[in-house]
């Protein structure tokens, strides 16, 4: 009898369970226009200007914004000695190798904090941030890697780049 207490217990937890992990997948944003009419949902998000149409970041701000976001993995230098990226293979990108960083576009290094990675051909590990950084956080942050981080400029040979 008590079996099948706990099995008609543990049956009833599970679906609980399921059905409080099915709710909580979905979004803030779709939740609050639950029950609004169909015109106050938007149809589309505004359009993004062009990573080249956005102003330069500041180096100050991105200073900041890399300590919080970027630091954990690349490490407070930037050599990609960070805590979080000690596992990781491959390891985090040394972001002061000058010989490296140069031969990225800002507009490349943009995608590949806004779309992670993957987007631009490299490690699973480097995370999308477009949905927690805005466009400007993501200028800010390479304005502080070119400036603070591996002291250099694009200069057009991305074909020519290294690894």
């Given at each position: ?124 590990f480097m995370?999308?941030?477009?949905g927690s ?26 074909s020519k780049?290294?690894?």
């Amino acid at each position: 009898m008590k079996n099948k207490f706990l099995l008609l217990f543990m049956l009833v937890a599970s679906i609980a369970l399921l059905s409080a992990c099915k709710n909580r997948e979905q979004a803030p944003k779709e939740k609050a226009m639950e029950g609004k009419p169909e015109a106050a949902v938007p149809k589309e998000s505004p359009p993004q200007a062009e990573p080249s149409q956005i102003p330069k970041g500041d180096a100050v701000r991105g200073s900041a914004k890399y300590a919080q976001i970027c630091a954990t993995c690349h490490g407070e230098t930037g050599r990609g000695d960070g805590p979080g990226g000690i596992t990781l293979k491959p390891k985090p990108r040394n972001l002061r190798d000058a010989s490296y960083m140069s031969a990225r576009s800002d507009e490349h290094l943009f995608k590949v904090i806004d779309k992670g990675g993957p987007s631009v051909g490299k490690s699973v590990f480097m995370p999308p941030w477009g949905g927690s950084l805005s466009d400007q956080d993501i200028r800010d942050i390479i304005a502080f890697i070119r400036e603070g981080l591996c002291k250099c400029t694009y200069t057009g040979n991305e074909s020519k780049a290294p690894y």
